[in-house]
């Protein structure tokens, strides 16, 4: 296991509503210095959940709503972050009952990704939700989300479609699809 770089020196050098980003001066095992700018979440939130949400044993529901990072519509999973006093499970169903207008009898954590784990700290929870029913809460959005869906074996497909990017919802349909054939409860 390689031995962690010292840290000489961490400040933040800029902040913003969303953001905060800190510059850390560091020291390799073999004398290197360099300096890293990551964005950092340092005691901020309560963390994140995506959703992979079954409607079958193939199909999961994707949602369509307008990013800002990329100024366009993009489908993904539905997620959101976790709210004071909630945990995962239930944040998952939450974000799920106001982004896709269903809540969930089943909810399993399945693990924890990162989109840019050079720049970022920040990771999300991956939650499968399944034995779906229609309930639709409230939600933040500035309009409503449309609802779309997609079949666990036409991922490559998906992928292709220019309004699809997102790596972390393409992992977490990919794990929940590799998790269902392990069990047995998945043929192509």
Excluded: W
């Amino acid at each position: 296991m390689p031995q962690k770089p010292e840290t000489l020196e961490a400040k933040i050098v800029a902040k913003s509503r969303l953001f905060t980003v800190e510059q850390v001066q560091l020291r390799f095992s073999n004398g290197v210095e360099r300096t890293y700018e990551r964005l950092v979440n340092k005691g901020q939130g309560y963390g994140a959940v995506m959703v992979v949400a079954l409607r079958d044993n193939r199909t999961a529901v994707l949602i369509e709503e307008y990013c800002g990072g990329t100024d366009d519509y993009q489908l993904s999973l539905p997620k959101g972050l976790v709210e004071p006093g909630e945990d995962v499970l239930e944040a998952a169903n939450r974000e799920l009952m106001e982004e896709a207008g269903f809540g969930a009898e089943q909810l399993e954590f399945l693990t924890h990704l990162s989109l840019s784990p050079g720049y970022m700290s920040q990771k999300i929870a991956v939650v499968l939700a399944r034995n779906l029913y229609e309930k639709r809460l409230p939600g933040d959005e500035p309009e409503p989300i449309r609802v779309d869906q997609v079949d666990l074996y036409e991922l490559s497909e998906l992928n292709a479609r220019s309004n699809f990017t997102e790596g972390r919802a393409l992992a977490a349909l990919y794990l929940v699809r590799d998790l269902l054939e392990q069990r047995g409860e998945l043929q192509r």
